[in-house]
């Protein structure tokens, strides 16, 4: 309750009615932190989202994933949509990065030409840097 009425005791009317109000303010709930992070290695991939409690206990609060590049989603956290409670909550959307696919390297001299049957094929994933060492042929 924000403040007793001035007009919450005193005596009964003769005629008519007295209404006497009364107000209210919400109280405060914990924060809800939302989190995006790597699946495995806990790597934090974006900013944290913070939801303010202030005058919101009880009330719902809803999050959502975030596209981040060369990632996907693993699954829908269950505590993604809830309640607002007492001390903080935490939110966690884990992401894996994207499969590119495969890579085969391929020797060839100055014309095209393959000089050499030997060829490597890897999964690689998207956004990592790929490296091959090069062969030294005469």
């Not at 390297?105 to 014309?111: A, F, K, L, P, W």
Request: hydrophobic share 30%; glycine share 10%; aromatic share 10%.
């Amino acid at each position: 309750m924000n403040a007793t009425p001035t007009d919450h005791a005193g005596n009964y009317p003769a005629t008519g009615t007295v209404v006497v109000n009364y107000y209210y303010t919400r109280n405060d709930a914990g924060n809800v932190i939302v989190k995006h992070l790597e699946q495995g290695s806990g790597t934090q991939l974006d900013t944290d989202d913070v939801l303010n409690g202030a005058g919101k206990l009880g009330l719902p609060y809803t999050t959502s994933e975030k596209n981040i590049a060369t990632y996907e989603l693993v699954a829908q956290p269950v505590n993604k949509n809830g309640t607002f409670a007492t001390g903080t909550q935490t939110v966690i959307y884990e992401y894996r990065r994207m499969v590119a696919g495969d890579v085969t390297t391929v020797y060839v001299d100055d014309e095209g030409n393959q000089i050499d049957t030997r060829c490597s094929v890897r999964i690689w994933k998207v956004g990592i840097a790929l490296y091959h060492l090069s062969q030294n042929y005469t």
